[in-house]
Nanobody, 118 residues
């Protein structure tokens, strides 16, 4: 069973920065992509950023230019550097890992709270 362990959430003032980490218990190259999604109260879960095994990166439109996704292959860890945070970035952030194939395995982390105060 794959475990995704997130860390780095917290409370920050608007304009500040946070870095989230997601450690995968399995080699990250076993997955088609890993990434971050977020869900605010009353909203659907939305894409923040993903990175594929081939290094293709995709960002949600609301975070482009402010957030950066990266990974450390040796540590099987994906990071999300969040800069210029806004109150509307407040949400629970979830790490996701999706495997290859027609019916891929999908794993989610437990979520980490990010709160941006105005």
């Amino acid at each position: 069973q794959v475990q995704l362990v997130e860390s780095g959430g917290g409370l920050v003032q608007a304009g500040g920065s946070l870095t989230l980490s997601c450690a995968n218990s399995r080699n990250i190259f076993n997955f088609k992509f890993m990434g971050w999604y977020r869900q605010a109260p009353g909203n659907q879960r939305e894409l923040v950023a993903t990175i594929t095994s081939g290094d293709t990166i995709n960002y949600g439109s609301s975070v482009k230019g402010r957030f950066t996704i990266s990974r450390n292959n040796a540590k099987n860890t994906v990071y999300l550097q969040m800069n210029s945070l806004k109150p509307e970035d407040t949400a629970v952030y979830y790490c996701k890992a999706e495997g290859f194939g027609y019916n891929p395995e999908v794993y989610w982390g437990q979520g980490t709270q990010v709160t941006v105060s105005s």
